[in-house]
């Protein structure tokens, strides 16, 4: 059994690659998507363990294909903020999918790491209180940077994030993190979402829209 790790935060992977060694379990580095891809068609019975906010991989519907793709994957999501929505859509679609938060303590993510690499599926206590209580959350007013309100508005239009990234003279990567950030605040998983609420917030013209 060999674990992937896709997190691209430093302190973060070196602390996982520590905890990973004190198991004895092998391991291995993915720096991209393209790479990981690479490494799970030879091994395809693998552990994942993805920083989803991070990484590149764009929504949850990519991540959903790639679990389609590689079913026998077992995907341990370790990362700083992740919505409710998203995570219930994710463990009802596949039980592949584990999920534990970088605010998590030690104990908490040691026995997550060997629940994933055992198949099983772990889903830490904090995020176990979210899914069981979720407040009542309203649609007046979310906290939006001028940035993300800008990218939500070319997102609404129909921009690819290498289109929004060319035109803001920005790398694909970041723009790709403020893409993930706006969904979360917005509390959506696709695009349909996130343009229905650009609609209903005034931010895009419904007649600039359907052009």
């Not at 092998?26 to 363990?49: F, S, W």
Request: aromatic share 10%.
């Amino acid at each position: 059994m060999k674990i992937y790790l896709a997190d691209n935060q430093d302190i973060t992977r070196a602390g996982l690659m520590y905890l990973i060694h004190d198991e004895m379990i092998d391991y291995r580095y993915t720096p991209d998507k393209a790479e990981l891809i690479e490494c799970l068609k030879n091994d395809t019975a693998a552990t994942v363990i993805l920083d989803y906010t991070l990484f590149d991989i764009n929504d949850a519907a990519e991540l959903l294909i790639l679990n389609e793709r590689f079913p026998r994957v077992h995907w341990l999501l370790f990362s700083e903020d992740l919505s409710v929505d998203f995570v219930r859509l994710l463990v009802a679609f596949s039980n592949q999918f584990s999920i534990l938060l970088k605010e998590s303590p030690l104990s908490e993510i040691r026995e997550a790491i060997r629940f994933a690499v055992h198949r099983q599926r772990y889903v830490c206590q904090r995020m176990t209180e979210m899914l069981l209580f979720q407040e009542q959350k309203t649609e007046e007013r979310v906290n939006l940077t001028k940035t993300e309100v800008e990218i939500l508005k070319d997102i609404a239009l129909g921009m690819t994030t290498k289109e929004i990234a060319e035109k803001r003279f920005s790398s694909f990567h970041t723009v790709n993190t403020h893409r993930k950030n706006i969904f979360r605040k917005l509390n959506v998983n696709t695009i349909h979402e996130a343009t229905k609420y650009a609609l209903r917030a005034g931010l895009v013209d419904s007649a600039e829209y359907y052009i």
